[in-house]
Every structure is written in structure tokens, then in C-alpha cells.
């Protein structure tokens, strides 16, 4: 059996466990279900979790259960790093590090030897390795961030997610419709200091009984987000991307603003 | 199921099936045993088969029965194209035509809407879509390919595979020892003339009843192949690669050289 460990969790890992049809496994996405089950569970842990961005740890412990750590928002640009990575199976990405989710690379960390070449063996089967042109590709993209001290791209990138977050929260404080997740400011081990939330998505929730579907009543003002039950939760939530390109990122905040404003005017007529 | 058209092709396809352990399908190797089977069969149809270079045709017949015809061969550099490929489910890579194996890189072309779906999602979810940075080196290889005509690279793959094969043909043609697959001429469509033979292995059978191991009498002589075993057939077979570098090649043939006038000297001791 496979399980994810929140209901909010990104989909992708319901889908291809279900697609596949495995003879030795099947989803479930309700980590309540999984009490009672008596064979060996493999639980999908997604820190920073997609959308909502607050860090999660396993829910499910034994001897028959094994944690995967999905680790594509462990990055300093997104979230507070609380402590080293240092979990059994732990799979990152070059996505969200770089921005280059084009390129389809990633790595993972393990320290089960059986484990490890369990999934070269996954690779050489399904793709007979992984592209060559990627790889020099990806090699060229970590050689440009240990340039200098190395931290460069963390600090531009934290600053620039911050800062973004810092405006739709002042934009989202002023209404009532609209609330976003509130991240704690939280002690960085890489920063070595307290700071404060920059998560990759805006978990929006429409707090109006009639505003049921929160991703059309956004969607009304022009702003694209995607809806909650595509992350197995309610449509009165909807999740905004806060790692578009910097026009894009403006044009969000200033038809939010439009939007929040009309609210208020309404409200104050 | 799944099944494969000829026992000595190579055994990924056998692999895969069985690695995924998926509910709805096993693999079986030999098409004798799939004549009494009720349910629906999927042939893997390797043309030019690999390791021996014969062309081929699906064995199964009806209406429970789907063909995938895998073409990574089926290139003028390695075969008389006997007519435009045509067939419902067609794979091709890049990796046999310019060398470039190292991208991982193929196509499909697909008659059935359905199965062209069906595909389509099986890449989404497998691998959220293939590497840009391959798509674009692929795209750029393409493009060298047609300038010109677009039949150079075509011309000269065939003169040169045609070459390896027969100084390879000359070398072995000396021998008791050692035989070769023999290919006849055949009229090539794409050519507009009947062609020799240009394989891209070299399918080699030890008749020495003590040579039950060819692979490894070849070893002793310092060559490398694979062991017919690898592809679903006997150890006294044995496959050497003719589309290595060409100082490969060379030193393949005064190896081979080496080995069957050492074979013609002992005779006439």
C-alpha cells in the first residue's frame, strides 16, 4: 500500500500508483484508513507541503511502514530549514531549486543499499537511465550556484519570495472574503536566524458561505488559480503561485488589489 | 498480457512487464504458449530484430491481439526498407539513427486516438513529460539531419555499416569455427535498389561442440559480446556490436583476425 501523509498533498502520487494497477499496491489518501491495515505501508510525506507550504514529518510509524520524503520545497528559498535533512529516503529536485522544471531532474538521498539499487533498477527499467543532455545540463546548473560562497541563489531567492509574500499578505490583511494560511515565523539553520514565511503557493481560502468554488470567484478577476479538490481538498480553497515570473507575479497583485478593494467599497456603501 | 515476437529479442521488454508486476499483464517470451491464451496479448514485433537483424512481422493474428511494432532499427543504415513503415503502433528513438543514445530520446507514431491518449498519460504521470534540454538537443539533431537532401547521413551509414559487415563477412567466411547470420539482398525503398546487407550486430554462432560458451571464447581472444542467453537464446551464440567508433571496429577485426588464422594454422598443423 501506498498513503500520503496530508489530504492536501499534491495528487500526482494517487495517480500513478493508481495508472500503474501494481499487483502489490494501492493508494489511499486518508491516513485514518491506514490504522487498521495490517501489510507493509509506504507514506508519502511532502515538507514543505504542496500547497500550503507548512513542513510535515510521518504520521504513520512501526515496523511495516516506510517514509518516503518528498523534498522538491526543502529549500531555504520557501521555508525555514529547522534541521539538516536526515530522513531515510529523501527525493529533491532541481524544479524549484533553480526553476528548471523543464528539465525533469532530480536526485534522492537514501541509506538503504537495498533501496538504492532498487530504484536504479526502477531507472534502467522504465527509462534505461536518465538523459545524458539532462544530466550535463543539471551539472552546469549546481556548478553556477557554488559559484562565490555558494548561498547566493538562497538569499536572492528567499528574499524575493518574502517580499512577494509580505505584499499579498497586506493586500489579503485588509479583507474579509479572502484568508491565506498563516506560516509562524520559525529558526533557520541555514540562515542561522528567526525568519519570517515565503512559501512557493497561496493556500486561499473563500470565506463567503456563496462563494463555494473559490477558484471561479478568482477566476472572475482574472486570477488563475487551481482548485482545492485538485489537492484533495474543498474547492472553497484555491492555490496561487507565487514563483511566476516577476510581471506575472505583479499582475496578481494588482488585480487582487482590484479585487479586495470592490469588496471593501461594497461593504462600505 | 504482453509478448514478444521472436525468443531472441532483447529481454527489456520481458523485464519491465515483470519488474512492474502490473495486475492486468504478464509477459510471456514464447509465442508457442500464447496460441490457447483467452486474453488480450500484446506482441512486441522487434524489426529489425535485435541482435540478428532480421526484419519481421507480427506472429499473432486477431482480434484480441495488439502489435508494437519497435522500429529503433528499422533505419537504411542497418536494412533494406522493404516498404514506408506503416503499422498501427510504431516506436522509433534517436538513439540508432544519430548515435545519440545518450538522450534517452523517441517517438510514436499511432494510429488509434485512444492508445495516442493513453500514451500521453503514461508520460505525464511516469515522468511529468520529457526533459526540454533532451527535446531541444533532439530537435537541433533533426535539424541537421534534413539540410542538404536530408539523405546524407542515410548514404553514409549504409556505406559504412555495409563496409564493417563485409570485412567482417570476409574475416569469418575463412573460418569452420565461427559462423554469421546471413541476410540476403533485398530491394530497398528508400534507396530504389536492392542492397546488401548492413547490420548493426553481428550475430555470432561458436560450432564447435566444446565451445558451448561463445561469449567467452571470444573473451579469451579479447573481444567483447554479449552471451546469446541475454537475448532469450543459446550461450553458443554470441552478439558483437559493429556500431562502435571506428578504432572499436578495427580493433574488433584484427582481433577476429588473430583468432581464425590461429584456428587455420592449427588446422593445418
Chains 1, 2 share one sequence.
Not at 73 to 83: D, K, L, R
Not at 244 to 262: A, G, W
Request: proline share 3%; charged share 25%.
Amino acid at each position: 500500500m501506498v498513503a500520503a501523509a496530508s489530504p492536501n498533498t499534491i495528487q500526482n502520487y494517487k495517480q500513478q500508483t493508481d495508472f500503474f494497477e501494481m499487483a502489490r499496491f494501492h493508494f489511499m489518501d486518508d491516513l485514518k484508513n491506514v490504522s487498521n491495515y495490517k501489510s507493509e505501508v509506504i507514506e508519502f510525506v511532502t515538507s514543505p507541503n504542496n500547497p500550503d507550504g507548512f513542513l510535515k514529518k510521518a504520521v504513520l510509524k512501526g515496523n511495516s511502514v516506510k517514509s518516503i520524503y518528498d523534498y522538491a520545497y526543502y529549500w531555504s528559498h520557501f521555508t525555514a530549514i529547522p534541521a539538516p535533512a536526515d530522513e531515510d529516503v529523501m527525493i529533491f529536485s532541481i524544479s524549484k531549486l533553480t526553476g528548471h522544471a523543464g528539465g525533469r531532474f532530480g536526485w534522492a538521498l537514501v541509506k538503504d543499499k537495498q533501496i538504492y539499487d532498487n530504484m536504479i533498477r526502477y531507472i534502467c527499467l522504465a527509462e534505461m537511465g536518465v538523459s545524458r543532455d539532462t544530466q550535463l545540463r543539471a551539472l552546469q546548473l549546481l556548478r553556477a550556484i557554488l559559484q562565490g560562497n555558494g548561498k547566493e541563489i538562497f538569499r536572492f531567492a528567499y528574499k524575493t519570495m518574502g517580499d512577494r509574500w509580505e505584499q499579498l499578505n497586506q493586500i489579503i490583511s485588509s479583507s474579509t472574503r479572502f484568508t491565506i494560511q498563516e506560516i509562524p515565523p520559525q529558526f533557520c539553520n541555514f540562515f542561522q536566524q528567526v525568519r519570517g514565511p515565503s512559501p512557493a503557493y497561496a493556500w486561499v481560502k473563500c470565506e463567503r458561505k456563496e462563494d463555494s468554488n473559490c477558484a471561479e470567484v478568482l477566476s472572475r478577476a482574472k486570477i488563475t488559480g487551481r482548485r482545492g479538490s485538485m489537492f484533495g481538498s474543498d474547492d472553497r480553497y484555491a492555490r496561487l503561485s507565487l514563483i511566476r515570473r516577476q510581471d506575472d507575479f505583479n499582475l496578481l497583485i494588482h488585480r487582487l488589489t482590484v479585487l479586495v478593494s470592490e469588496e471593501n467599497r461594497a461593504e462600505s456603501m
